[in-house]
């Protein structure tokens, strides 16, 4: 069974919104990582929280994780026709491998 | 795509023939993992590998083999292919560091079994 799982499934916004999205997992965690994937391509590596970390920025993006609910979020603000893509949670527990999400996609309208 | 190439890119095959899909990296790591995608499952890791010779399975392995030889190639074989193995194989590659492992990917091998 997946051990992250991205609530909404999918999001469609207009540009100049912020997007937000939800990941919640089922054990304990060293770290948490969001990646986005645009059509037919590759995951991309955006950004990682540690289990100690509360919240985490990065450019346009915010992380947060409450370890205490065993969840995290994603936050994209004034978002952009090209974000539009799946962003994926996924949970490292240490043991040389990571667990992913089923994803969300965004669609960002002009 | 961090040194990462997978070959082939696409292949449409039939059922019971075998296929190798081969993913190569430029950069020496010792960690490489092959995903398969579907839709309504997201990413889900067949095997990976921790070093030459080295390789454990991963959530989805019943049906796949792997091997490593050398550092910078790892190859999926599917000895007798199936319509349910139907799907995109990605390939990643990690950096791996004092408590994280963060993850790049190839492109991706869009592989359909008839």
């Known amino acids: 069974s997946q051990q992250g799982e991205e609530d909404p499934q999918a999001l469609s916004i207009q540009e100049g919104e912020n997007a937000t999205m939800n990941c919640s997992y089922k054990?304990?965690?060293?770290?948490l990582q969001w990646y986005r994937q645009n059509s037919g391509r590759g995951l991309v590596h955006l950004i990682l929280?540690?289990?100690?970390?509360r919240e985490k920025h990065s450019g346009r993006l915010r992380v947060t994780l409450d370890t205490s609910k065993k969840s995290s979020s994603l936050l994209i603000t004034a978002s952009r026709a090209a974000d539009t893509a799946s962003y994926f949670c996924?949970?490292?527990?240490?043991?040389?491998?990571?667990?992913f999400g089923k994803g969300t996609m965004l669609l960002v309208s002009p | 795509d961090a040194g990462i190439t997978q070959s082939p890119r696409h292949k449409v095959t039939e059922t019971g023939t075998p296929v190798t899909l081969r993913c190569h990296q430029t950069e020496n790591h010792r960690y490489m993992y092959w995903y398969r995608q579907d839709p309504g499952h997201g990413l889900r890791l067949i095997h990976y590998?921790?070093?030459?010779?080295?390789?454990d399975k991963g959530e989805v392995s019943d049906g796949y083999s792997v091997s490593r030889s050398k550092t910078e190639d790892f190859l999926l074989t599917l000895e007798s292919a199936t319509s349910s193995q139907t799907s995109v194989y990605f390939c990643?590659?990690?950096?791996?560091?004092?408590?994280?492992?963060?993850?790049?990917f190839g492109p991706g091998t869009r592989l359909t079994v008839l």
């Open positions: 054990t304990s965690i060293n770290n």
């Open positions: 990643a590659i990690s950096v791996a560091g004092d408590s994280y492992n963060e993850q790049f």
């Open positions: 590998s921790y070093g030459v010779k080295d390789t």
């Open positions: 996924a949970t490292d527990m240490g043991y040389s491998t990571l667990t």
């Open positions: 929280i540690r289990s100690n970390e």
